[in-house]
C-alpha cells in the first residue's frame, strides 16, 4: 500500500530535549516536505526536498532541520525545542512530476505528529 | 511572497443545502490549484485539482470547483452536502516550478443533519 508513515505519532517531552521525527515513503517519489499546522493559521511548509541530498528552506524553518541522505527518508530534527514549536506536524511527498519537474504540487500526506513542548 | 486567502472560516449548514467555499491565491505566474479536506483525526487527501485546460474540475464524493483567472479565485462547490461532509477543507496553490506549495487557514464545514 502506497503510503507516506511518520513516527512517532504523538510525543510530549520537554525545553531542550532534542527529539527527531521520522518520515518513510514507500512511493520512489522525488519530493518531500514538512508541515506544521495551527489553529487558524492552517499549514505552513517547513523545509521541502527535491531529491536526495537537495533541501531548501520553507516559510517556518527557525528552530528545524532536516536532511535527505536516503530518497526514502526525510527526517525533521529539532535540536532545541521550545514550547512554540508544540504543534501538528505532517509529512508529505510527491512524485507526480515530469521531466524537470519533480512534482506537480499534488501532495500525499502521512498521518501526522503531534508534537507538545514543555 | 504568495499567499492562499479562504474567505470564511467557520461554515454550518443543514443536510442538502449547497456549499461554495471561497479561495483566492495571490501569484501572477503559473500555479497549480488544489483543494485537500481534513476529516477529524485524520491527514490530508486531495480532494481535486487543476493544472489547466477546462476551468471547472470535478473532484471526488461530488465536489467541484471553478478557476476563475481573472478573479485570482479556485472556489470549491457542492450543490448538496451531507453529514459526512464535515471537515476542514484547505485550498492550495503550488507555484515556483511547483515546489513551493502554501496552503490557505482552512474553512471548517460542520454540516448539521
Known amino acids: 500500500e502506497a503510503q507516506v508513515t511518520q513516527n512517532p505519532r504523538y510525543l510530549i517531552t520537554v525545553t531542550g530535549k532534542k527529539l527527531t521525527v521520522t518520515c518513510s515513503q514507500n512511493?520512489?517519489?522525488?519530493?518531500m516536505s514538512w508541515y506544521r499546522q495551527d489553529p487558524g493559521l492552517g499549514l505552513r511548509q517547513i523545509y521541502y526536498?527535491?531529491?536526495?541530498?537537495?533541501?531548501d528552506k520553507g516559510d517556518v524553518p527557525e528552530g528545524y532541520k532536516v536532511s535527505r541522505k536516503e530518497k526514502r527518508n526525510f527526517p525533521l530534527i529539532l535540536e532545541s525545542p521550545s514550547p512554540n514549536q508544540t504543534s501538528l506536524y505532517f509529512c508529505?511527498?510527491?512524485?507526480?512530476?515530469?521531466?524537470?519537474?519533480?512534482?506537480?504540487?499534488?501532495?500525499?500526506f502521512g498521518e501526522g505528529s503531534r508534537l507538545t513542548v514543555l | 511572497a504568495q499567499s492562499v486567502s479562504q474567505h470564511n472560516h467557520h461554515v454550518i449548514l443543514s443536510e442538502a443545502a449547497s456549499l461554495e467555499l471561497g479561495c483566492n491565491y495571490s501569484y501572477g505566474g503559473t500555479v497549480n490549484l488544489f483543494w485537500y479536506v481534513q476529516y477529524p483525526g485524520q491527514h490530508l487527501q486531495l480532494l481535486l485539482k487543476?493544472?489547466?485546460?477546462?476551468?471547472l474540475v470535478k473532484g471526488i464524493k461530488g465536489f467541484e470547483a471553478e478557476f476563475i483567472k481573472s478573479k485570482f479565485s479556485f472556489n470549491l462547490r457542492k450543490p448538496s452536502v451531507q453529514w459526512s461532509d464535515t471537515a476542514e477543507y484547505f485550498c492550495a496553490a503550488a507555484t515556483r516550478g511547483y515546489q513551493k506549495v502554501t496552503f490557505g487557514t482552512g474553512t471548517k464545514l460542520q454540516v448539521i443533519p
Open positions: 487543476y493544472f489547466s485546460g477546462d476551468p
Open positions: 512511493m520512489n517519489h522525488e519530493y
Open positions: 508529505a511527498s510527491s512524485g507526480t512530476g515530469t521531466g524537470l519537474e519533480p512534482t506537480t504540487g499534488e501532495l500525499f
Open positions: 526536498s527535491m531529491n536526495v541530498e537537495v533541501t
